[in-house]
Each structure stands twice: as structure tokens, then as C-alpha cells.
């Protein structure tokens, strides 16, 4: 692949593009719309160009964003303002996950998992995190962090005081 991203990094120069690539994703950016226009024809030339890896295009991946409308890219949200946002629905999902934990809802599979996106959150939207330990409290969050389960709540303990 080292062919091809020099060769697209070179084109997309000439248009003011910024080309990036995670693993089979590509992204092209411009501060303005119209520099984008020669993307497609660029790339299938330069796809052509290059015989190893053999590539090609996947239409129904293909999409067209711009500052006016929402843009997910390896399913992260880009604002405006250049940061990256795990978006509305992923943090619902983990707020939800996070309070099934601690409910005693989830396997153990269940909860390694969490802890991966715990991980996850904590590289690209760290005040998230720090809202969710807010929330449910660091132990929570440390605990689930380390694959544990969670601790009883004092009202389902038994007492044998009596």
C-alpha cells in the first residue's frame, strides 16, 4: 500500500486534498467543497497505476461528506471544530452498558467487552470517561476496567445480625 499512498498523497496535493487511510478506509478532506471534485477521477486513475495490492472501489461505502452534514469516518463523529466524538448513540450504548453493570446484568463476556470500550472512550473522548466515573463512580469504572464484577449494592447484601 506504501505505492498507492504516495501516489494518492502526491495527487490529492495538487487539489489542497489531506488524504488519510485506516486500514482499507480512505478519507479525503479540503477546507473547501469544490477541492474535492477531482477526488474520484484521481483515484480510480491512481488505482489503475498501481498493480499490487489489487484495489478497488466499494460503492456502497462510498460517501460524500461535508462541515454541513454529519461526518463518520471509521465510525467516529468529526465536529466542526476538528475534534472527534464517539456520537450520541455509542455513548448511550455505554452509559447503558455501564449501568447494567452495575445492576449485575452482564456476563462476564459482557463486561470484558465493556471494559475494551472503556479503553476505547478513554482514547478518543477522555471527558466521557471521566463523566461516566462521575456518574457511577471510579471504582465502578476501575472495576470493570480489570474485567471484575460488580460490587453488591448494600440493600441486596444479606445481614445476619439478626
Known amino acids: ?18 488524504y488519510t487511510r485506516y486500514a ?10 469544490g477541492n474535492l471534485s477531482g477526488v474520484e477521477r484521481a483515484l480510480r486513475r491512481t488505482i489503475k497505476e498501481v ?3 489489487r484495489l ?3 460503492e456502497d461505502k462510498t460517501v460524500l461528506a461535508t462541515k454541513k452534514y454529519r461526518r463518520v469516518v471509521t465510525g467516529l463523529v468529526l465536529s466542526d ?15 447503558a452498558a455501564v ?16 471494559g475494551g ?7 478518543v473522548e477522555p ?11 471510579q471504582g465502578t469504572i476501575k472495576r470493570i476496567k480489570t474485567g471484575q464484577p460488580p460490587q453488591r449494592p448494600l440493600h441486596a447484601q444479606a445481614d445476619s445480625s439478626f
Request: net charge positive; charged share 35%.
Open 1 to 18: 500500500m506504501f505505492d498507492f499512498d504516495s501516489l494518492i498523497t502526491e495527487e490529492m496535493k495538487k487539489d489542497k486534498v489531506n
Open 81 to 95: 471544530a476538528g475534534t472527534v466524538s464517539l456520537g450520541r448513540d455509542r455513548k448511550r450504548e455505554i452509559r
Open 56 to 58: 478497488r472501489l466499494n
Open 127 to 137: 471527558d466521557f470517561l471521566l463523566r461516566l466515573s462521575e456518574k457511577f463512580g
Open 51 to 53: 498493480s499490487f495490492p
Open 99 to 114: 449501568h447494567h453493570y452495575t445492576m449485575g446484568r452482564l456476563d462476564s463476556k459482557e463486561i470484558s467487552r465493556l
Open 117 to 123: 470500550m472503556l479503553a476505547f472512550v478513554k482514547a
Open 24 to 33: 482499507d478506509d480512505l478519507t479525503f478532506s479540503a477546507k473547501r467543497v
